[in-house]
């Protein structure tokens, strides 16, 4: 089997429409994809130019459970994108950006691990991308980024083990600390820094002005992927 690793992003359910808004904006432009809108929890709409399952058929997830998306974005290009990815250099636009895709993303709204924090987790299609999500600094800001943008608590990189390597957490990058690890001896522990943050969060940066339509509910995958 190939590799799939994934950057899981962590957050206040009410903030899944900033993060799936501000994903929509990483999307390449003028591309033919259909907009698709999405229904969130409470009725919220929000309109991505992603696929749901590879299809475009809006997506009604107001009664909680998984969405899927299959997402396409632009990155800027680094050495590591170079060696794991790129393979024709005319890909790369004017901006010195590229087209990364597919990437999975699958939004749990009240996962049973931690049911205060939705998660949004972004899965490489490949193994080759796998080993760019780990090597690539560009890849790494993209995503903690996205975490800081959208009133995220937290951001892992999961590399298939027992290990995560903490990205993002509390309004800081990190680099170099993991949980388990010296700071964090349990997963549960890192989460209780997530609901310290929550506790203590200013109201006003729970606003984000009135949501567009957003699609995408897909099936759900039951696992939960954390211990």
Same mark, same amino acid.
């Given at each position: 089997?190939? /590799? *799939?690793? @994934?950057?899981? &992003?962590?957050?206040?359910?009410?903030?899944?429409?900033?993060? $799936?808004?501000?994903?929509?904006?990483?999307?390449?432009?003028?591309?033919?994809?259909?907009?698709?809108?999405?229904?969130?929890p409470g009725g919220e709409q929000v309109t991505v130019q992603f696929t749901s399952n590879f299809r475009s058929k809006p997506v009604d997830c107001s009664a909680g459970g998984t969405l899927? /998306? *299959?997402? @396409?974005?632009? &990155?800027?290009?680094?050495?590591?994108?170079?060696?794991?990815? $790129?393979?024709?250099?005319s890909r790369v636009d004017e901006l010195g950006r590229v087209l990364v895709g597919y990437i999975y993303l699958t939004v749990r709204f009240t996962p049973a691990w931690h049911p205060n924090f939705a998660s949004l987790q972004f899965t490489a299609a490949t193994s080759s991308m796998s080993r760019m999500f780990v090597q690539s600094a560009s890849v790494r800001k993209v995503f903690t980024d996205l975490t800081a943008t959208s009133g995220g608590v937290c951001?892992?990189?999961?590399?298939?083990?027992?290990?995560?390597?903490?990205?993002?957490?509390?309004?800081?990058?990190?680099?170099?600390?993991?949980?388990p690890g010296a700071r964090f001896l349990r997963y549960h522990d890192l989460v209780a820094a997530w609901r310290e943050m929550r506790e203590n969060e200013d109201d006003a940066r729970a606003g984000f002005g009135t949501p567009g339509p957003v699609n995408g509910c897909g099936r759900s995958t039951g696992g939960d992927g954390h211990r």
């Open positions: 089997m190939g /590799l *799939d690793y @994934s950057y899981e &992003i962590f957050m206040p359910p009410r903030n899944v429409v900033r993060a $799936l808004t501000r994903l929509a904006e990483l999307a390449p432009q003028g591309r033919d994809t259909p907009a698709l809108p999405v229904t969130l899927e /998306l *299959d997402t @396409s974005i632009v &990155i800027g290009v680094d050495d590591a994108m170079r060696e794991f990815f $790129l393979r024709d250099s951001c892992l990189l999961d590399t298939e083990t027992d290990v995560f390597d903490i990205c993002w957490l509390n309004g800081e990058t990190f680099s170099g600390e993991t949980v």
